[in-house]
């Protein structure tokens, strides 16, 4: 049965989508069997896997979710998972936005993304999920149906400050809503070592969250070829595996698989 990982932050611009992208690449290339679900009507991560107008598609998360709330069967599996690169990948589309709406009078509304994901979960070993930057009912499903939480945050102040509100969050859902979660970690990302900005701010988390959320040793630096492999809908790690972010998420993915091995109480 898959770990369900959600990369969340309700602040925008802090790599989330290219995270997910690098690190299902990652996984993917250590012979995981990976999905990953785009679950942002910006549909970032469906670009960064070359899925394009994805509008036009017959079948996108919306479409799942819609299923749900109207009570039907939903599909086969075949009809809205897309392949690329050995990655398994449900898209969104534009059309996702309405969903909040739709989820307002919807029965159970907090699990209507988990009724989905529990259909498939035992088909991989990872499923990651890419939630919207905020903190709204799409959201909520996303945290409702992962057992961790990964927080990737740029060392600027607004992000870090941010980080307080999305944890007040999870800690309700924790207590409400799926006892199961648990946070997965932050990641750095964009960071520049040579700024005290960036190492200022590291100092802030690990002060202020480092006690009760693992702050990951690997910090994602900032460099222009992450920019480059996204508009060419491809993981940094594949169009320039010597970058240093694409070894950084390399080292990154260790981290994390290393830990829940550690966690497994293996070695």
Same mark, same amino acid.
């Given at each position: ?12 611009? &802090? ?22 679900? %785009?679950? %942002? ?16 598609? %017959? ?5 799942? #979710? ?15 998972? !897309?392949?690329?690169?050995? !990655? ?10 309405? !969903? ?44 409702? &149906? ?43 990302? #964009? ?50 595996? &010597? ?18 091995? #550690? ?5």
């Amino acid at each position: 049965m898959a770990k369900v990982i959600a990369i969340a932050n309700q602040k925008g611009g &802090t790599a989330k989508s290219t995270t997910c992208r690098n690190l299902a690449t990652a996984l993917k290339n250590k012979g995981y069997k990976v999905l990953v679900v %785009d679950c %942002d009507n910006q549909a970032n991560l469906t670009d960064c896997f070359g899925i394009v107008s994805p509008e036009k598609l %017959d079948m996108t998360l919306y479409n799942l #979710m819609e299923c749900v709330i109207m009570e039907e069967d939903l599909p086969s599996k075949e009809s809205y998972i !897309i392949t690329r690169e050995n !990655i398994d990948v449900i898209p969104a589309s534009i059309l996702l936005s309405d !969903i909040e709406i739709r989820l307002v009078a919807a029965m159970s509304r907090e699990y209507i993304l988990k009724t989905i994901i529990d259909e498939i979960k035992d088909d991989y070993d990872y499923i990651l999920l890419d939630a919207m930057p905020s903190l709204g009912l799409m959201t909520l499903n996303v945290l409702a &149906t992962s057992d961790t939480l990964l927080i990737p945050a740029t060392p600027e102040y607004l992000s870090a400050k941010g980080l307080e509100l999305l944890l007040r969050t999870v800690f309700k859902i924790k207590k409400r809503i799926n006892k199961e979660i648990e946070f997965e970690g932050i990641l750095l990302t #964009m960071f520049d070592e040579r700024t005290n900005l960036s190492q200022d701010m590291l100092k802030v988390i690990k002060e202020s969250y480092g006690s009760n959320i693992r702050v990951f040793n690997t910090k994602i630096p900032k460099t222009v070829k992450v920019g480059e492999a996204n508009a060419r809908s491809m993981s940094v790690i594949e169009y320039m595996p &010597t970058n240093k972010a694409a070894i950084a998420y390399e080292k990154f993915t260790n981290e994390l698989v290393y830990g829940e091995m #550690m966690n497994n109480g293996k070695e």
